[in-house]
């Protein structure tokens, strides 16, 4: 880290303290006192990166965000958040795509490295690939957060819980199936086989399929992550299997162009479900609007990730307490609980 930015998160400590002693001087009365700072009763009523000493603070630092894919609405939206997120702390925040390239993400990191950025979060396309990257990172001071993935050298993560994701996934297009279409159906697969987190969660999917609906069938595989190539694949489906009615995708960007695919074809017909991962908006509106994609499994709200993530950072930076290993809620969200979900986790939909 710059000098600069050393001398500022020395300036920002010094205001936390005196905040706080101050708040507890006004506060206390007789023998009493405040809740000692990073005391569990403290963290829960003023959590890390979020107090209003530390809002008072402009932070000013240099965020770097390496992700995936920004074509997968999963990413983009997540990204956007970040932007917005940070910015309205002060910060600037850069972000670049690397396009499902791996050798490409690491000269990215490396770049955001030269730069000298305070704050790295990387959405990995191969993990390993980061090995010497993250150290050289880790070892500059640079707070490093994995995100969705665990990096080889890091300071904080938030991952998914891959085998629960597909399991969930596998038991909404099941009731579908069972409700539907008699317990039996032609299912198409979306898979990306380069990560072994997303292979679990498409082993999953496959292994609760065979236990909740023992007469359906996988019968063709895809790897697919963007509405585009969800929407070719769905395309190819139905050329090879005209009487498909379910596709499964470990992803929500894939889904989405699945539904794409079947409107083209005119077979987007109350007997048809097509299920993702993720909790893109888009889903979530298509979802509410009664169309193919009947479901998915969501993550929470875009910006609510962001903010979880960058706090973390904040309070890393700003020597406060976090959470160095974090799990993404899975939730089964469907045209049942649509609504609930969207007011619990602050999403309009039209």
Do not use: H
């Amino acid at each position: 880290m710059t000098q600069k930015k050393r001398m500022l998160c020395l300036i920002v400590s010094v205001v936390l303290i005196a905040s706080m002693t101050l708040m507890a001087g006004c506060n206390s009365s007789g023998g009493s006192s405040a809740a000692p700072a990073g005391s569990s009763a403290a963290a829960t009523e003023e959590p890390a990166g979020s107090s209003a000493a530390a809002d008072a603070v402009a932070r000013d630092y240099d965020i770097g965000v390496a992700f995936y894919d920004l074509n997968d609405p999963f990413w983009a939206e997540t990204a956007n958040c970040m932007k917005e997120y940070g910015e309205e702390n002060g910060c600037t925040v850069t972000i670049v795509s690397a396009e499902i390239n791996a050798a490409k993400q690491v000269q990215q990191v490396e770049d955001f490295i030269s730069k000298d950025v305070d704050i790295l979060v990387i959405g990995a396309v191969d993990p390993a690939t980061l090995e010497e990257a993250t150290k050289k990172a880790m070892d500059a001071g640079i707070i490093v957060y994995g995100y969705c993935f665990a990096l080889p050298y890091e300071t904080a993560e938030i991952i998914v819980d891959d085998a629960d994701m597909g399991a969930k996934v596998a038991e909404m297009a099941a009731d579908f199936i069972d409700k539907n279409l008699g317990g039996k159906a032609q299912i198409g697969m979306f898979n990306l086989p380069l990560y072994p987190s997303i292979v679990i969660r498409e082993e999953a999917i496959r292994e609760k399929m065979a236990e909740l609906s023992p007469e359906s069938e996988f019968v063709m595989t895809a790897e697919s992550a963007t509405i585009e190539t969800g929407m070719t694949a769905a395309e190819n489906f139905l050329q090879a299997y005209p009487d498909m009615k379910v596709i499964t995708s470990i992803g929500d960007g894939g889904a989405y162009g699945a539904m794409q695919g079947f409107e083209n074809a005119g077979k987007a017909g109350d007997d048809v479900a097509i299920y993702g991962t993720g909790g893109n908006i888009e889903n979530l509106q298509a979802i509410k609007d009664g169309k193919v994609v009947r479901g998915t499994v969501a993550l929470g709200y875009a910006m609510q990730r962001a903010q979880a993530v960058l706090d973390t950072c904040f309070a890393a930076i700003e020597g406060g307490e976090y959470e160095k290993m974090a799990t993404f809620t899975n939730t089964s969200v469907t045209i049942d609980n649509i609504d609930q979900y969207c007011a619990d986790a602050g999403i309009t939909l039209e």
